[in-house]
């Protein structure tokens, strides 16, 4: 019984979808066939540029939060000279993690707009 109604409700299945593989779209021959289909119009050099703010900010936002902790850890570790370095060392850390971000921001920003000049866009 339970066989019969696993295939009865698979063919139910499969005949629910029919109407769907039956759809035809009217396909735009031209220019603005990318846009009526909803993709973006925008340059890719600016894509990667977002895609790169975006990797970078997130990575900042984590150095900060290494910095915050270090000092967490540092208020709270009672004179213990141990748990001070430790803390010392993730500040460090967190700061020059935000110097590289800062500078792979600049380069990033140099090369692209090198880029963007070089081509001639705008």
Partial sequence: MKKIAAGVAALGGLFSALPAFAITTDIQNGFGYAQSMGFGTRDLRTIIFTIIN????????????????????????????????????????????LAVIFTSFAIATFVINQLITATGAT
């Fill in 54 to 97: 975006v990797i970078l900010g997130f990575l900042s936002i984590v150095a900060v939060l290494i910095i915050l902790w270090g000092g967490f850890k540092w208020m709270t570790a009672s004179g213990n000279e141990d748990q001070i370095e430790e803390a010392k060392k993730m500040i460090i850390a967190g700061i020059v993690g």
